[in-house]
């Protein structure tokens, strides 16, 4: 079946590198994703990644995809107490019928210090 | 230039009540989606719908009865509120089916049942 797992909790200080991990299951899937969500908000798209690919950089956000390990990771240079928010990894998922769906992990809480 | 909108916000209401949750699109896009996110922050998808046609549907309660009246808009509606219907409600539209690409998301509907 369709899974994707995060950790829960990362806690960085101001200037170092984040590192958020994600494992997903479908090895159909087509594009990968990062959404963001602060406190109270919606849900931003940060940034998503083909499948074929192996990275895609992005000002300060680095997608790294292994296929061959289903793992996909976001780092984030020079964090800032501004990135403090969930991070959720999703895969998109293609089920018998051809339909498109999004599946989330279950976020990773970025915690900046100052 | 609001994407994608909900209304209302905010919705506090008693249990066993009927009620509806908006959300529009100017983003011209064919595909809407309801996901629903729990006081976890676990976030799972309940419907889909393309250019009016429901093409997901998530074992969700029929309770729960989406309606298109317009590739534009997709409203949620919930009949006899229960205590465990209380979560974020996001709206989300997409550019393309069945291979979405990007999925863009409403600022959600923080619903409390009393």
């Known amino acids: 079946g369709e899974d994707v797992e995060q950790s829960l909790f990362l806690s960085v200080r101001e200037g170092d590198s984040s590192v958020i991990n994600c494992t997903y299951t479908?090895?159909?899937?087509?594009?990968l994703y990062w959404y963001k969500q602060e406190p109270g908000a919606g849900l931003q798209l940060l940034t998503y990644?083909?499948?074929?690919?192996d990275m895609k950089q992005d000002q300060r956000l680095t997608v790294l995809l292994n296929k061959k390990d289903k793992h996909l990771s976001l780092r984030i240079a020079d964090t800032q107490t501004g990135d403090s928010a969930i991070y959720f990894c999703?895969?998109?998922?293609?089920?018998?019928?051809?339909?498109?769906?999004?599946?989330f992990g279950q976020g990773t809480t970025l915690q900046v210090k100052p | 230039d609001t994407a994608v909108s909900q209304t209302p916000k905010y919705l506090v209401t008693q249990m066993g009540n009927d009620k509806s949750i908006k959300c529009e699109q100017n983003?011209?896009?064919?595909?809407m989606y309801w996901y629903k996110q729990d006081s976890k922050k676990f976030l799972k998808i309940m419907f889909s719908?393309?250019?009016?046609?429901?093409?997901i549907n998530e074992t969700v309660p029929n309770r729960f009865s989406p309606k298109s009246p317009d590739k534009a808009h997709l409203n949620l509606h919930i009949n006899s509120l229960e205590l465990g219907d209380s979560a974020v409600y996001f709206c989300?539209?997409?550019?393309?089916?069945?291979?979405?690409?990007?999925?863009?998301f409403g600022p959600g509907t923080r619903l409390l049942v009393l």
């Open positions: 990644i083909f499948s074929n690919m």
């Open positions: 479908d090895s159909s899937s087509t594009y």
């Open positions: 989300a539209s997409s550019p393309t089916w069945p291979r979405q690409e990007t999925q863009y």
């Open positions: 983003l011209g896009h064919d595909t």
């Open positions: 719908y393309n250019n009016k046609e429901l093409i």
């Open positions: 999703a895969e998109t998922s293609y089920g018998s019928s051809n339909t498109g769906k999004l599946i």
